[in-house]
């Protein structure tokens, strides 16, 4: 998967696998009209700041993973 997205933050986790911060985000795409509830891992790396609930991001993939991550909007 390449491409993007711009979604609706609802939830952040922050978890570490071997010391690097990783965010598990539980987002909505905004062009999704069943509003399924999605969960990404955005690394710490690919995000300006720490993701809010309630947030508009745009998010950059490259085969399946997030590259970036920023406000959108």
Same mark, same amino acid.
């Given at each position: 998967? =390449?491409?993007?997205? #711009?979604? #609706?933050?609802?939830?952040? #986790?922050?978890?570490? &696998?071997?010391? *690097? /911060?990783?965010? !598990?985000?539980?987002? =909505?795409? /905004? *062009? *999704?009209?069943? !509003?399924?509830? /999605?969960?990404?891992? &955005?690394? +710490?790396?690919?995000?300006?700041? =720490?993701?809010?609930?309630? +947030? &508009? /991001? !745009?998010?950059?993939?490259?085969?399946? +993973?997030?590259?970036?991550?920023?406000?959108?909007?």
């Amino acid at each position: 998967m =390449t491409g993007s997205w #711009r979604v #609706r933050v609802h939830a952040v #986790r922050p978890f570490s &696998i071997h010391g *690097d /911060l990783y965010f !598990e985000v539980h987002v =909505t795409r /905004l *062009d *999704d009209p069943a !509003e399924r509830v /999605l969960a990404v891992r &955005i690394p +710490q790396h690919a995000a300006p700041a =720490t993701p809010v609930s309630g +947030q &508009i /991001l !745009e998010l950059a993939f490259l085969m399946g +993973q997030v590259t970036s991550a920023r406000a959108a909007g």
